[in-house]
């Protein structure tokens, strides 16, 4: 039940389906030493999180809150062949009497998104109640509802948080794990108990048949979170960093307000969780092209020409086509600045928290992490 630990899964994300190298594109590269590589827009992470959200699953859910920015972080340093792929999550709950019984008790909560702010208001929304977990149910729902794509080099995983046998259920979970090797798509599991107890319910078998991987993790384990000397000007940074977002459209109010809820959410947990985010917001994963100007206007197909002027914030209403591209110019470069100064003192802090970690382990976190990393190795993926 505590399954929803499972959040874990979140950003473990790396499928390991991305990447495979062109033989004749790397003698190339050996020959010219000059890296060719596909477009950073065209390939794809795909993170499919089904979490268990029955009953005593508060300290997953816990620590998937903790430490989701952690995690999108690892994954904004991945690169396949110099490229930088996209990164999206979508976001299933399972196992909870206040969801449909005709459905199997499950909600797919979010379909494959790059709004990351999206990702952490529902998690931060879920409740967990009694119910029964239906692992081989929830899988291949994910599968025949979601958008996995067609690409072969896009990474594409599932991870599954539990803690009640991976047998129950009218799917078979080896019906489920077969379709999903079929879609490229691999099955990781997240066991929330004593290692040798997920092994005997078939939670350690359900990764097995997509060559995934399987953890089980204390779920109850407190997040460790590590101070470091650059916190507090990062932190100041990513006022300035909010400062140059430019919301249009009818969604645009709301999403401001929704970033800076977020804010408040990560903060919440710590000063460190905050600076995360901090990280995660200055990373080309977060994205905001569908109410933020700045993001939009480097979207294909965008034009001002289409902008609706009564969409506009207030101090750019009335404004001609002109006065508003230069505005938003400015923000742009402002943004870029800012954001190099985080990158800058997160290079520092990053090796400042590797000297201090080094006898220190976040459960769902380093799971996720180190089962990201084995499997992105086999597809190719490099980090910074």
Sequence with gaps: MKTLQTLAILFSFMSVYACKIDPKKEVAVNQTEAAETAPATKHYIRVALLLDTSNSMDGLIDQAKAQLWEIVNELSYAKCRGAQPNLEIALYEYGNDRLSSSEGYLRKIL????????????????????????????????????????????????????????????????????????????????????????????????????????????????????????????????????????????????????????????EMYSKENAVSRTVSKSSHLYKNSTWDLVDAESEEGFSYDKLDKDDLPENLKGKSKKEIKAYVSKQKAERKRVQNEIAELNEKRREYISNEKKNTSNGLESAMIDALKKQAKKKEYTWN
């Design 111 to 266: 379909p494959f998104t790059n709004d990351l702010d999206d990702v952490s208001k529902e998690l931060f929304s879920l409740t967990t109640n009694g119910g029964s977990e239906y692992c081989g149910t929830v899988i291949q729902a994910s599968l025949n509802e979601l958008d996995w794509g067609n690409d072969a080099d896009d990474l594409k995983m599932i991870f599954i948080a539990g803690n009640e046998p991976f047998t129950q259920g009218k799917v078979d979970y080896r019906d489920a794990g077969n379709n999903a090797k079929e879609k490229d798509v691999v099955v990781n599991t997240i066991f929330c108990g004593d290692y040798q107890h997920g092994v005997n319910s078939k939670w350690q078998e359900g990764a097995q048949l997509t060559y995934g991987d399987y953890m089980a993790i204390n779920h109850d384990q407190k997040t460790v979170h590590i101070a470091s000397p650059y916190d507090d000007v990062i932190l100041q940074l990513n006022i300035q960093l909010n400062g140059t977002y430019v919301p249009y459209g009818k969604r645009g109010k709301a999403k401001v307000a929704v970033q800076a809820a977020q804010d408040d959410n990560a």
